[in-house]
């Protein structure tokens, strides 16, 4: 845990488009244990609303409960936040986005709150397709109620005190894939080179988009034996594609290998291109996608990068055809039929 | 004004009930056979006459196949509660249900059934009348097909009652041309099924009834509406955009009409867009979070359901108690606990609602009588939550909710302006030097708030459940805790000033001078059985006054009515006294003093079974409990 925050910055911080230094996109100082792969997560974050120039104060952050769901008092301080109730932030996140579409939302929740608690709330936002960033904080345990396995936990996994799961695992990229979601991504928390981009693209996605990102907990769960500690993960992972996210004003110069890679034009114009280091994995094919992450299972490999994406398919605001004003800033009389039009009811009942 | 009366010349003669527009009829059918429309029909038909009447559904908790009855109270004299005590006349289709039926006929009543084949001498009485109607014949010889048989045979026994009753026949051909407005095919048949059961049921017995109808001008420009479209039509006009649910009965049709009017009146056909969103979602804790969090956002937004719903939702209740998000929460209740009778009426969920979710949390509850109030509520809730930034839970029930209901008209002012409550603009946040969420600045227990996006510097903080401080800074310092727990209290305390307030009716004195000594205090659908109670009672010399409670926290002329009287009766439908344990707890007053009059069997509360229920507390033994 770090005590203190520097006060002093260079004067000569690097603005992006919007003239924001990174700092407008901070948060208070982190109370999470030091090295916690949720802080590195916070970071990555920061690092990407940045580069995005979003307007802080129109972001949205929701979470559930665990210290993973903590993470945003850490992150965006001139946003608003919504530390909600365990396993429940996808409820609160839909009702919040039907009351104004205008805001970009991140939502951040834990294995515990999105797989054990809110795995029944996990699947309905995934299904309603809702337009949001939606954060997987993946360290395999209870961080906050101190290290119980969680539903993500491997089988086999050990414990702190030496206890093997014998108990199969819910992969929620697994998961999501079959339930339909249009964005499904994995990444590690230590490995910020693809996770930025991920996260810039999630956002710049036209609907739900997932990313489980794998976190480990240095107090619970980073001893020998865990499948979810620092060096199980980074001798397993195995990136899918390294992903290169070009904003929709920038010219697009990088020279990829032909037939090696793929890009894809997202609805704000950006375009996502994907080195593929495995050929045969085409994220823009849900069987390809499906088969990939079986394939990188079977090998007893982590898959990483951006698994599937499919930006054809309406979201959420388009299947409920809400208009383009928000629903929150509809005034009265745009609301309200009025005393003449309720006579016309009266004399419908009589 | 009484005029039913049984008159019997000989002894030996049979009993015949006689009665011009002060009786109860039942419809005794199957359920999923279509029967709903034919019966509105004959209740509309009543209420086109214009003479008062209060139609309800008595149904099981299936789909198809049951007993399902519909009992049609005609009141000249206005009242709508349940009568209670028997039925004058039986409109007997179901065979399956025949045999209790035709018990439930008070002596000198109708039975009305198909003698299409001949009545099992079981049913057989000495002291009811026998109707036959050749119903099945009647179908069979007309209609081909069996689902044709089946749906106009419930138009041929209202033709036959119209008959009976002397309804007259034009009231009820415009009611179906109405009804097919946009199906004007079917009007022509449904009037010719209606002359089937007219002209049969002539040719056999004399008509009219001792029984009968006489048209009148007595419900003047009152509607006939379920108090669940009230609500939904409510939520319309309070300007809700946001309703997030999970079906469950009694509630599903609050959604559904939320819906239905939105549909015609938020809809933007050149766009193809709405302004509104109904999400069915995928359980009552999820159709909470979504309130709470469109209303963080600023979008009125609310949900409906009853007792098994409230129980999921209370962790989320508690979240908006605490981190001070308004939220509007309809609650038709149903017999508990769990399952219980879910298609049976109850106010079982006060306690429940009042005090839902953990630690200390109290909330605001109101409680509407019949349509009028549903839907002059549901506005209200919407200011009341977002003035005190707190969840609203208004209790309705299965008697009001899902009831063809008669009631005044719905009203509506259109210079009256919404409360938004205390929410900063970013010019307002402009002004201000430092925010703090939960800082009480005005000193009236209500901060301000902020919405999301609102200003690029100012008012952005983190809306959670844990302990902060005025700022909303998390902390865990008692004292910052407390305060901010004292000032939910104080909050709480002076929420009567923003709520609807009781209906108090002094009875006045009594012939012998005497004032009363005796209240009664009751709330929701039992006005109407204690009104017609109280009535009553008044005529036999007691004398009471009555208070209507409208909302919790009770306003102070609830505590000084209680102590204005030597007994309180506090009537209520549900086992536990609920309402009586809120009002010890809320009011510290002496539980001696105030009486349980409990009604809990599922069924709406009568006049007769108050009237039962008081006479051994009033000492007043004497007294008949019917008109
Ligand atoms: C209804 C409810 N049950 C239990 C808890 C206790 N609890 C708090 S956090 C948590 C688990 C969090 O795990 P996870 O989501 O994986 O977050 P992490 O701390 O690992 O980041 C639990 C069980 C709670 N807050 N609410
Ligand atoms: S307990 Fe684990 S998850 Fe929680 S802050 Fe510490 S390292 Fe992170
Ligand atoms: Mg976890």
Redesign the pocket.
Known sequence: MSYFKPQFRHPQLPTNERGFTRTAYEGLIST??A????DSISAAIIQACWELSLEPHRIAKVSGIG??SKSPTYFLNKSHGFNSVHGRMPSVATGAFAGNHDLNYIGVSGDGDSASIGMGQFAHVVRRNLNMLYMVEN?GCY??TK?QDSATADEGSKSRTGQVNPFENIDLVGVALEIGATFVARSFSGDKQQLVPLIKAAIAHKGFALIDVISP?????NHHGSTKSYDYTREHVQSGNIVDFVPSRTEITANYEEGQTHSVQLHDGSMLNLAKTKPEHDPGNLRAAVNALQASREEGEILTGLIYIDTEEPDFKTMMKIGEKPLNSLSQDELCPGGERLEKINASLR | MSVQQKSSSSSKAKPVISSVNEFVIKFANVNGSGSASANTLFAKSIFRSGIPVAPRNIFPSNIQGLPTWYEVRVSEQGYLAKRGGGVDIMVSVNPQSMMEDVQEVLPGGFFVYDDTKPLDIRMLRRDIHYIGLPLTDITNREYEDARLRQLFKNVIYVGALAALLDIKLDVIDKLISEQFAKKEKLIKPNCEALRLGFDAVRESHSCPLAIRVEARDLVGDKIMMTGNSACGLGAVYAGATVAAWYPITPSTSVAEAFEKYASQLRYDKETDTKRYAVIQAEDELAAMGMVIGANWNGARSFTATSGPGVSLMTEFLGLAYFAEVPAVLIDVQRAGPSTGMPTRTQQGDILSSVYASHGDTRHVCLFPADPFDCFKLTVDAFDIAERLQTPVIMLTDLDVGMNDCMSNPLEWDDNYQYDRGKVLSAKELEEIEKFGRYNDVDGDNIPYRTLPGTHPEKGAFFTRGTSRDEFAIYTEKGEAYQRNMERLLAKWYSAPDYLPEPVITRSGKSASGATASHGFIFFGTSRDAVHEAVDILQNNGQVIDMLQLLAVPFHDSVREFINMHDHIYVIEQNRDAQMRTVLMNELDCDPLKLRSVLHYDGSPLSASVVIERVKPLMNIENIQSSN
């Open positions: 999470l244990c090295g916690c792969g949720h210290c993973s360290n961080g906050l290290g907990c240095v107090t619970f769960n």
